[in-house]
């Protein structure tokens, strides 16, 4: 794989990407959890690569009542729907841990109030770097399309420079998403990207031989230093 930058690193997954991909985070999280004397703020993204990692890393020890857990993007639809990422993030690891655990979509509200919501929550909750609430740890995912987050090629959300939550109509899947947006995400602490897959592979490949400017995820890889890949 040709990386043209220095800055990132990859982490390529030996034996099972599950088991050490947990490994990896768990690891993460211990040293964030001894690095810190507050809570550590961690968002999360959906999708299923993540969902079996974080079903091993809950039985990890850890002082989870210091972790604070937030959705990087969620689709909009109720908590109880299979395409949730809160309601699939929560059966496969919330509900196992004490950590406190904040859904973005909200229910009975609209898709406006919801991202508005949930900004007003990031600065109630968050310490502040660079003027903007500050993760520690995102979690990245990274689609067939090159997108991440809920931030679609040729959406809106790719050129807000302001709000940190937007409703983006993703008009190529017929659906309305809530997502955090660049300025948050580059703002972060750590981030790290969790793709497997020959599929991932290619794009990832395109992504660093900057044949990709089109991807969503160009941008993160273009200004965010110290990118953290794990894959197969
Ligand atoms: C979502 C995610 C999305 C995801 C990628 C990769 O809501 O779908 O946040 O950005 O991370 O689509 O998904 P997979 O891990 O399922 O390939």
């Given at each position: 794989m040709k990386i043209i930058k220095e800055s990132h690193s990859f982490f390529k997954t030996e034996n099972d990407y599950t088991t050490d991909a947990c490994t990896y985070l768990y690891e993460k999280l211990q040293r964030l959890q001894t690095s810190h004397t507050g809570p550590v703020a961690i968002a999360l993204s959906g999708g299923s690569t993540p969902l079996p990692v974080l079903e091993l890393l809950k039985t990890k020890s850890l002082d989870w009542e210091r972790f604070n857990f937030f959705i990087v993007d969620e689709r909009f639809?109720?908590?109880?729907?299979?395409?949730s990422n809160f309601n699939n993030i929560e059966s496969a690891f919330f509900s196992a841990i004490p950590s406190k655990k904040y859904s973005m979509y909200l229910e009975g509200k609209s898709a406006e109030e919801s991202v508005m919501q949930y900004e007003k929550l990031l600065h109630e909750k968050l310490a502040l770097k660079n003027g903007l609430p500050f993760f520690d740890l995102i979690l990245l995912g990274l689609g067939e399309?090159?997108?991440t987050a809920s931030l679609f090629?040729?959406?809106?959300?790719?050129?807000?420079?302001?709000?940190?939550v937007v409703v983006n109509v993703v008009p190529q899947l017929n659906t309305t998403r809530l997502t955090l947006t660049y300025p948050v995400l580059l703002n972060a602490g750590s981030i790290i990207v969790m793709a497997k897959g020959a599929t991932k592979h290619k794009i990832i490949e395109e992504l660093y031989a900057g044949?990709?400017?089109?991807?969503?995820?160009a941008k993160i890889i273009d200004e965010y230093d110290n990118l953290e890949w794990l894959t197969d």
């Open positions: 639809v109720p908590l109880s729907d299979p395409q399309d090159g997108h090629p040729a959406t809106a959300a790719l050129n807000e420079t302001a709000a940190l044949a990709a400017s089109g991807y969503p995820m």
